[in-house]
C-alpha cells in the first residue's frame, strides 16, 4: 500500500504517524508545500500531485490558518479543491491540525479563528476512545472548524472540536505526530514566543513532551490502527 503525506512545512514532520504507517505496511512518499526559504513568504505556487494510486493521503499542519486566503491562497484554494476531489475518488483521508481544517473546509464547514488558543498537552473528550482516545494529545492551533454536513463528530473539549468522521476520512485538531524534535522545531521557529505569550515555560514543556513521548507514541499507533481498520478500511 502506498501513503501521500503532505507536509506543509519545513519543520513539521511525520514523527510517529508515518512511523506506524511503515511498520503498518506502507510506502510513503512526502510532499513540502513551503520550503524553509519560502517560510517568511509563503504564499507560493504548488501543484498538487495526482492520487491515483494512493491508498491514502496525509495533510499534515501548517503554522497558517486554513481559513487565510490573503496569506496562503496560492496553494490553500488548490489544497482545497484537491482534498475534496481525494475524498469524493473515495481515497481515505487522515487530515491533522491545519490537514483536519482543509477537510472540514473542502467538504462545505468552515475554518476561522476561535475565541481562544489550544497550546500543549489537553485531554478531550471522546464518544468512541477505542478510535480517538481522550489522550493527553498535544495541541498548537488557534482555529477551529464547523462540521460540514455529512460529517460524525466524535470528539471534543471545551474549547474546540476534535475530530470528526467523513465516509473513510478522519480529522483530528491535536497533533499525534509530535514528539520532542518537532516541538524543538517548532519552538525554533517561533514557537517559543508564542508558547510564552501564552503564559507557559517552553523549556517545562519541552521536559513534558520528552517524558510523553513514548506513552504519547502509543497512543498515536493505536490511532493509526483504528483509523486504518475501522475507518478507512485498508486493514
Not at 507560493?44 to 491515483?52: A, I, Y
Not at 475534496?84 to 487530515?95: F, K, Q, Y
Not at 489550544?118 to 471522546?126: L, N, V
Request: aromatic share 8%; with cysteine.
Amino acid at each position: 500500500m502506498r501513503a501521500l503525506l503532505v507536509q506543509h512545512d519545513h519543520v513539521t514532520a511525520s514523527g510517529p504517524v508515518g512511523d506506524r504507517l511503515r511498520e503498518r505496511g506502507f510506502e510513503i512518499d512526502e510532499i513540502m508545500v513551503v520550503t524553509e526559504e519560502n517560510f517568511e513568504n509563503p504564499n507560493v505556487d504548488f501543484e498538487f500531485p495526482d492520487v491515483t494510486g494512493y491508498d491514502l493521503v496525509v495533510p499534515m499542519g501548517a503554522p497558517w490558518g486554513a481559513w487565510d486566503d490573503g496569506c496562503i491562497g496560492n496553494w490553500l484554494t488548490p489544497e482545497l479543491e484537491w482534498v475534496r476531489s481525494t475524498i469524493e475518488a473515495d481515497i481515505p483521508v487522515l487530515g491533522i491540525c491545519f490537514g483536519g481544517q482543509l477537510i472540514a473546509r473542502a467538504l462545505g464547514g468552515t475554518v476561522a479563528r476561535g475565541a481562544k488558543s489550544e497550546i500543549g498537552w489537553t485531554a478531550i473528550h471522546s464518544d468512541d476512545t477505542s478510535l480517538v482516545s481522550n489522550g493527553p494529545w498535544f495541541q498548537f492551533h488557534y482555529d477551529q472548524w464547523t462540521m460540514p454536513e455529512g460529517a460524525v463528530e466524535i470528539a471534543r473539549n471545551p474549547v474546540a472540536p476534535q475530530a470528526f468522521t467523513y465516509g473513510r476520512s478522519l480529522a483530528v485538531q491535536f497533533h499525534p505526530e509530535l514528539n520532542t524534535a518537532i516541538l524543538e522545531g517548532w519552538l525554533d521557529q517561533g514557537g517559543i514566543n508564542e508558547v510564552i505569550e501564552s503564559g507557559q515555560d517552553p523549556e517545562i514543556m519541552l521536559a513534558q513532551t520528552r517524558a510523553e513521548e513514548g506513552v504519547a507514541g502509543e497512543r498515536t499507533a493505536a490511532l493509526v490502527d483504528a483509523f486504518l481498520d475501522r475507518v478507512a478500511k485498508l486493514g
